[in-house]
């Protein structure tokens, strides 16, 4: 398994800022990935972030919303832009250590609040 | 991806096995059957998983009946802290993703 660590683990921001959400792993792995979780719902894929390439987006997202750094095989970060109300979820990473996009490992997740 | 259909949710007293079902009927021969849970505020957690074989683990045995069309989660003896949100996903082949449904929300009594 793997240890994943996200900051913040919550916050309250307003309409029109941007927030960063850092995801930090204890082991060098090939895949991250980010997802949402809106309030009552289940899991979805934001994005698969790769070190050294471009991140993929999913479906219903975009690159100038959700940016996404990717420097090393142990961090990612992504970024909320402009928010609205409408962001406010739970953000998580994962991990796979078996390089697919199955088996994956999450981290506690980041509560966030757009006034 | 396979869909999945599972109960919106079930109860099962402390001690007792809890027996969680999980319906894919159009899996294909190349997809594995996948089992996370969600505890209350955490994020998903990683159970076990299967291709035809029953599998187990520490955590759950997995029972996948011959035409791989359902599955079963076993929990042997369960305890308040099992108390989750379980996802059952069929995933991999082509897949580029894990879809998680909307679960079973499995409470266990004391």
């Known amino acids: 398994s793997a240890v994943i660590s996200q900051k913040p683990s919550r916050d309250i921001c307003q309409r029109g800022t941007s927030l960063t959400i850092q995801c930090q792993v204890d082991?060098?792995?090939?895949?991250m990935f980010w997802y949402r979780q809106q309030p009552g719902q289940s899991l979805t894929l934001i994005a698969t972030a790769n070190q050294g390439s471009e991140a993929t987006y999913e479906s219903g997202f975009v690159i100038d919303k959700f940016p996404i750094s990717r420097p090393n095989l142990t961090f990612s970060t992504l970024t909320v832009s402009n928010m609205s109300p409408e962001d406010s979820s739970i953000y998580l990473c994962?991990?796979?250590?078996?390089?697919?996009?199955?088996?994956?490992?999450f981290g506690p997740g980041t509560r966030l609040t757009v006034t | 991806d396979a869909k999945t259909t599972q109960p919106t949710s079930m109860d099962c007293a402390e001690g007792r096995a809890a027996n969680l079902p999980c319906n894919h009927s159009t899996i294909s021969g190349n997809e594995y059957v996948y089992w996370y849970r969600q505890i209350h505020s955490q994020g998903p957690q990683y159970i076990i998983h299967?291709?035809?074989n029953n599998e187990t683990n520490e955590m759950a045995s997995l029972i996948i009946t011959e035409d791989r069309k359902s599955s079963t989660l076993i929990l042997p003896h369960a305890t308040l802290r099992d108390t989750a949100v379980y996802y059952c996903?069929?995933?991999?082949?082509?897949?580029?993703?894990?879809?998680f449904g909307s679960g079973t929300q499995l409470t266990v009594l004391p």
């Open positions: 082991s060098q792995v090939t895949m």
């Open positions: 994962s991990v796979s250590l078996a390089g697919g996009y199955d088996e994956q490992y």
């Open positions: 996903i069929v995933s991999g082949g082509s897949a580029r993703q894990l879809t």
């Open positions: 299967g291709l035809k």
